[in-house]
């Protein structure tokens, strides 16, 4: 009668003893700090996936990109309005984030082509001011993009 008595506090005893080392794993494990995870890529991906599917129209006509030190974002947008300004049209600076800024230009659509390639190739600005033909304007964005 003592051995099985005997026998079953063992039991218990092992029982006890697994129970308490579960639950202080469980507690340790738990007490680690997991790191976030990184959601830039799907903000992105979603921002992306959400403009394909509504399919909002661009606002300008045409579109260019071009990559600028921060340091001359100033004289970068003053570039952009005196050039429209010799294509017969004007310039206005949108807003300015992490990334880099907007410029959005008016000027007539028969020098489009021409106003771009101006805004590429700063060696390529028309001599004179040009006169448009007709009172229609064409909208060119500009998104200037700061190097990283």
Same mark, same amino acid.
Not at 9 to 28: C, D, E, M, N, P
Not at 38 to 56: M, V
């Given at each position: 009668?003592? %051995?099985?008595? =005997?026998?079953?506090?063992?039991?218990?005893?092992? +029982?006890?003893?697994?129970?308490? @080392?579960?639950?202080?794993?469980?507690?340790? #494990?738990?007490? /680690?700090?997991?790191?976030?995870? *990184?959601?830039?890529?799907? /903000? *992105? #991906?979603?921002?992306?996936?959400?403009?394909?599917?509504? %399919? #909002?129209?661009?606002?300008?006509?045409?579109?260019?990109?071009? $990559?600028?030190? =921060?340091?001359?974002? *100033?004289?970068?947008? @003053? =570039?952009? /309005?005196?050039?429209?300004?010799?294509? %017969?049209?004007?310039?206005?600076? %949108?807003?300015?984030? *992490?990334?880099? $800024?907007?410029?959005?230009?008016?000027?007539?659509?028969?020098?489009?082509?021409?106003?771009?390639? @101006?805004? =590429?190739?700063?060696?390529?600005?028309?001599? @004179?001011?040009? /006169?448009?033909?007709?009172?229609?304007?064409?909208?060119?964005?500009?998104?200037?993009? +700061?190097?990283?």
């Amino acid at each position: 009668m003592l %051995g099985s008595r =005997r026998n079953i506090l063992i039991v218990w005893t092992v +029982f006890f003893a697994g129970l308490i @080392a579960g639950i202080l794993l469980v507690i340790v #494990l738990q007490t /680690k700090p997991q790191p976030a995870p *990184d959601t830039s890529r799907l /903000k *992105d #991906l979603l921002h992306i996936t959400a403009q394909k599917t509504i %399919g #909002l129209p661009p606002i300008a006509d045409a579109e260019v990109e071009l $990559t600028i030190e =921060r340091g001359k974002l *100033d004289k970068e947008i @003053a =570039r952009i /309005k005196t050039l429209a300004e010799k294509f %017969g049209g004007t310039a206005v600076q %949108g807003g300015t984030d *992490d990334t880099g $800024t907007d410029v959005l230009a008016e000027i007539s659509p028969q020098f489009t082509a021409q106003f771009m390639e @101006a805004l =590429r190739h700063p060696e390529k600005q028309p001599a @004179a001011q040009v /006169k448009p033909e007709n009172n229609q304007t064409a909208l060119v964005q500009v998104r200037l993009k +700061f190097q990283s």
